[in-house]
């Protein structure tokens, strides 16, 4: 059975938390600004530009299957990559997602 361990939408820099409460996240150098609206993930009206900042939180459900997870993320690129720029990783789960130069010379390649 696939249980859903975080889900936030960025809707408020001061509060990023699971619908139900749990996870509550700490948001650092995000600003808020208008979302994509609909997309094939849903309605989401408002979204955090990153620049420098960062999202943190701290996953400590023992549940997790670690052999078998899925990471969705909707992201935005708006310029050339020209360095290693962290999506979403974890140290409790086996797993990275990143931007980084593409060597061939587009605009970026994702990891």
């Known amino acids: 059975m696939a249980t859903t361990i975080i ?3 960025f809707n ?3 509060n990023v938390t699971n ?3 749990s996870y509550k996240a700490a948001v650092k150098g995000c600003t808020k600004v208008t979302g994509p609206g609909m997309t094939p993930m849903g309605q989401y009206p ?3 530009r990153f620049s420098n900042g960062a999202v943190y939180c701290n996953v ?3 549940n997790i299957n670690y052999s078998k997870f899925t990471i ?5 690129v708006n310029s050339k ?4 720029q962290n999506l979403a990783e974890s140290t409790h789960l086996p797993f990275s997602v990143f931007l980084d130069k593409d060597p061939e ?3 970026f390649i994702v990891q």
Not at 72 to 76: F, P, S
């Open 7 to 9: 889900d936030y939408s």
């Open 12 to 14: 408020d820099v001061t």
């Open 19 to 21: 619908p139900n409460g």
């Open 46 to 48: 408002n979204a955090f």
């Open 60 to 62: 400590t459900d023992p």
């Open 72 to 76: 969705k993320l909707m992201i935005k």
């Open 81 to 84: 990559v020209n360095s290693r």
């Open 105 to 107: 010379g587009g605009d």
